[in-house]
């Protein structure tokens, strides 16, 4: 393998892919993005020319994606609408990408015989109860609740027939949720550090009894690269790192690492069908492919990302004000 397409590489966690890949690989890659609200060229500075393209494109555009499928070895698709409360405002173009785009881009690598590796999420599993053992494995079944979650579920439903109908070369990875660098600040670590960083009080919906299984953006990489060498073909793996905190724990991490009062937080409107639990079991991945997680203190992941805001500031002050604003108009 010497080229890959990556889709959605201007955004969260496809910008820390690419630059995993330039560190950790000789691969060339070529970014397809449309830039859209979530995507900025900015997370992309720095990369080498002579092993990087940059293309501003729609994943929906047919002609766009069957032109730049043969150039390449493999497509890693990462580019999504990704954003729950924004599936409840507006569910349309999640439809459109989420579904549409992924439909897209497998017809031009099943005409053109191309190596796929689909990314995804664990919220195509539903909740799971709060006080309860249990964690998702790779035949939980297909719950998704909200409609980005739904639609992230026929996609990866799509892939999965495009296997088994037309021999595919595919395979998913369904990802717990990430921080680190360069997420987007309408997301809920990125909006509470900036929150602290600008002397307003992070705000947890409900109780803030929820709880995420958190990964940092780094690792998600590194077992993409992983699937994507020696993955099976027609194999899903869930990506994980053992990382289930409440949302009140983690406001209250950040807080102390900002040297405030960890109860210096407000509640706030709940989101509707809010998911109460993801929990991941990455037993297969680890045991499969000998992947293991590098970040394993959250506290000090935790306090590298509010480093990193602190010092980025340029990078996120203009999203800022617009999406307070959005949040304040949903009660938020
Ligand atoms: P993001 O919203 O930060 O970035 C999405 C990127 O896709 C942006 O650069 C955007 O411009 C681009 N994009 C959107 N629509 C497009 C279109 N029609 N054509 C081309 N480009 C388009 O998202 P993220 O958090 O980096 O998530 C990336 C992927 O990882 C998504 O598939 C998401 O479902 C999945 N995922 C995310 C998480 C998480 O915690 N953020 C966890 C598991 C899985
Ligand atoms: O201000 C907030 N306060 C708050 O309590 C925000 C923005 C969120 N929350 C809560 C809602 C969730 O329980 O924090 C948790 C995390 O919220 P999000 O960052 O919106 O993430 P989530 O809905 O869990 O989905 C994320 O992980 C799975 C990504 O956005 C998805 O793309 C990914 O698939």
């Known amino acids: 393998m010497q080229r890959i397409l990556v889709t959605g590489g201007a955004g969260f966690i496809g910008c820390n892919f690419v630059h995993f890949i330039m560190v950790h690989t000789r691969l060339h890659v ?9 995507g900025t060229i900015d997370s992309l500075s720095g990369l080498p020319s002579g092993r990087f393209e940059f293309v501003q494109g729609d994943i929906c555009d047919a002609a766009l994606v069957d032109s730049l499928t043969p150039t390449v070895d493999a497509v890693v698709h990462f580019a999504a609408e ?34 796929f590796h689909h990314i995804s999420t664990d919220e195509v599993y539903g909740d799971l109860a709060l006080e309860d053992p249990d964690r998702f494995t790779e035949s ?7 409609p980005y979650s739904a639609t992230k579920a026929g996609s990866d439903l799509l892939v999965r027939a495009w296997v088994r109908s037309f021999g595919l070369q595919a395979t998913i990875s369904n990802c717990s949720n990430n921080y680190g660098p360069y997420q987007h600040v309408e997301k809920f670590i990125p909006r509470q550090i900036t929150n602290i960083l600008d002397g307003v009080r992070p705000r947890l919906y409900g109780q803030g009894r929820n709880v995420r299984d958190w990964i940092h953006v780094a690792d998600h990489s590194s077992a993409v690269l992983k699937i994507l060498e020696a993955g099976r073909i027609g194999e899903t793996y869930l990506i994980g790192a053992d990382g289930e905190r409440s949302n009140r724990e983690v406001v209250e991490m950040l807080l102390e690492i900002a040297g405030k009062s ?44 509010m480093q990193w805001y602190r010092d980025n500031e340029d990078w996120w002050r203009p999203q800022k004000a617009a999406t307070e604003s959005k949040y304040a108009g949903q009660g938020h």
């Open 30 to 38: 070529t970014v397809l993005d449309k830039l859209t609200y979530a």
């Open 82 to 115: 990704s954003h729950n409360d924004n599936s409840l405002e507006d569910p349309r173009p999640f439809l459109d990408t989420n579904l549409g785009g992924t439909f897209t881009l497998i017809e031009a690598a099943r005409k053109h015989g191309t190596r």
């Open 140 to 146: 939980s079944a297909y719950r998704p609740t909200s």
């Open 262 to 305: 960890r109860d210096a937080y407000d509640l706030v409107h709940d989101r509707p069908g809010h998911d109460l639990r993801y929990a991941i079991d990455s037993s297969k991945l680890r045991r499969e492919l000998g992947w293991m997680p590098g970040y394993r203190d959250f506290d000090a992941g935790l306090s590298d990302t």
